[in-house]
């Protein structure tokens, strides 16, 4: 009889600036951003091939939005799996700012 499965968990990782999605303790994905003043600029999101078509992308970006809530953040979807996942969840548009020209040359400073 096998093990079952242990839920996936999301975690914040403030010093790599990013949220993991762990499976069984290993990292599954990972959805990447930079704090900009009150927004929370998403700019990548990954699931690694060895975990994907498990939902665990849409976990892992849900998680995000609530803690960037709970937060008192404001979301701005630069990645387009994330723009995708708010078009689908209108729940998240009331803390949802466009992305702008210059959003994105800040982020680009960011990145370096």
């Known amino acids: 009889m096998?093990?079952?499965?242990?839920?996936?968990?999301?975690e914040r990782v403030d010093s790599g600036h990013r949220y993991v999605i762990l499976v069984d303790g290993r990292r599954a994905g990972l959805t990447a951003y930079r704090d900009r003043g009150e927004q929370r600029v998403l700019f990548h999101t990954e699931?690694?091939?060895?975990?994907?078509g498990?939902?665990?992308?849409a976990q892992l970006v849900q998680q995000a939005l609530v803690d960037a809530r709970h937060a008192g953040k404001r979301i701005v979807p630069v990645c387009?799996?994330?723009?995708?996942?708010?078009?689908?969840?209108d729940e998240f548009a009331d803390i949802t700012d466009p992305v702008t020209p210059d959003v994105l040359r800040w982020l680009e400073t960011e990145l370096g």
């Open 47 to 52: 699931v690694d091939d060895a975990y994907a």
């Open 80 to 89: 387009s799996y994330v723009a995708a996942f708010l078009e689908k969840h």
């Open 54 to 57: 498990q939902g665990l992308a």
């Open 2 to 10: 096998s093990q079952p499965f242990a839920a996936p968990v999301v």
